[in-house]
């Protein structure tokens, strides 16, 4: 049984810039990629997909998407790398750069801070002289990007927006 996937936007402007990017580079290194990943490419790219990419500058100076970057990463790592010292060696700056993202989503997203703040943009309504003040609270305004956020965090999230809107109707 054949399950269809539904790719988001995102992902297939992933797809069309990793397809361009393959047109720019030297066929040897075109041809050490499967067929059938560059054929996931093309059946999964954005039809709309305007080309963009400056042939004059090195990837690096240019403007490309994270999932874009992530393929590169991939591709890199499991169809470009020389020898195994040398997957090696990409492997741990892989992981070194992992550790350093989740050290400061850790710092930006520490849980143990989110009542912290004294300008209290969370939307958690502080105690003044025993009593509940009230402030207009909107989830969308929240000062971390929701999506962000691992399962369970969104969970507690979720649940702090029903406890405040209970305490409002009280």
């Known amino acids: 049984m054949i399950m269809a996937v539904q790719i988001k936007p995102d992902q297939a402007f992933a797809y069309s810039e990793m397809l361009e990017i393959l ?3 030297e066929e040897e ?3 050490k990629v499967p067929q059938k990943l560059i054929n996931l490419f093309e059946n999964n790219a954005l039809p709309t997909y305007e ?5 004059n500058k090195p990837l690096e100076e240019q403007e490309i998407s994270k999932k874009t970057a992530a393929l590169i990463a991939m ?9 195994e010292e040398e997957k090696r ?3 741990k700056l892989y992981n070194e ?3 350093k993202y989740q050290q400061e989503m850790r710092e930006k997203y520490n849980p143990d801070k989110i009542f912290d703040n004294p300008n209290n943009v969370t939307g958690v309504p502080k105690l003044q002289n025993n009593e509940v003040v009230q402030h207009n609270y909107d989830p ?4 971390l990007d929701y999506n962000m956020l691992p399962w369970y965090k969104k969970i507690f999230a979720r649940v702090r927006v029903v406890i405040l809107n209970l305490l409002k109707k009280i």
């Open 23 to 25: 047109e720019l580079m």
């Open 89 to 91: 060696e990409l492997t």
């Open 140 to 143: 969308a305004h929240l000062p």
């Open 75 to 83: 591709l890199t790592l499991n169809y470009w790398c020389e020898s």
């Open 51 to 55: 080309k963009h990419l400056d042939v």
């Open 29 to 31: 290194d075109v041809k």
């Open 97 to 99: 750069n992992e550790r």
